[in-house]
Every structure is written in C-alpha cells, then in structure tokens.
Nanobody
Framework: EVQLVESGGGLVQPGGSLRLSCVVS????????MNWVRQAPGKGLEWVSF????????SYVDSVKGRFTLSRDNAKNTVYLQMNKLKPEDTGVYYC???????WGQGTQVTVSS
C-alpha cells in the first residue's frame, strides 16, 4: 500500500518560512516525479510545484515562483518544499502526490497570519 505522509506545516507570520516534508512509501520513489498541491479554505485544489524523478527539473505556479523551492532526497524517499516570504494567500492544506496514484496523505496545514 502506497502511503504519503506530509509534515512541517504550522502557523507563521507573513514573511516567515516553513519547510514541508513528504515521505513516500513506494519502492520506485527514485523513478517517479512528485507534485505539491494545496487547497485554500473554501476553494478547490491548486497545483503548486513539480519535481522530476532525478530532482534536476522543477516548476512552480507563478504565485510562488522565487519564494518556494522544491527538492528531493531519493535515498530517504522524501521531497521537501521550502517556503519563504510566506503570504496570507499561501494559507491552506498542502498535499504531495505523484502521477498515477489514487493515494493521498492527510496533508499538512499551513496558516499565514499575523
């Protein structure tokens, strides 16, 4: 059974930073690309960032470019989302996922508020 476990969320003031982690229990982790998506209160899912299997290619939604950095450690089956200069509009539940899986983790709550 594939499991995704997100962590690292919390309450932070505008301008602050958080680092999210996602541990994926899948044998072929080093062969899969990963995504982060988020869901703001009362809104639908929004794609945030992508990283390829080797970790040398990333992409971001325009609203987080220059502030978020996605990386991965294939030896630890983990992806990391470093979030800097956080804004209130970054508030939401953040999920990691990968193509072809119906599995979702519980997500991690990020709240940006003064």
């Amino acid at each position: 059974e594939v499991q995704l476990v997100e962590s690292g969320g919390g309450l932070v003031q505008p301008g602050g930073s958080l680092r999210l982690s996602c541990v994926v229990s899948v044998f072929t982790f080093s062969s899969i690309s990963m995504n982060w998506v988020r869901q703001a209160p009362g809104k639908g899912l929004e794609w945030v960032s992508f990283i390829n299997s080797g970790g040398d290619m990333t992409s971001y939604v325009d609203s987080v470019k220059g502030r978020f950095t996605l990386s991965r450690d294939n030896a630890k089956n983990t992806v990391y989302l470093q979030m800097n200069k956080l804004k209130p509009e970054d508030t939401g539940v953040y999920y990691c996922t990968f193509p072809g899986t119906p599995s979702w983790g519980q997500g991690t709550q990020v709240t940006v508020s003064s």
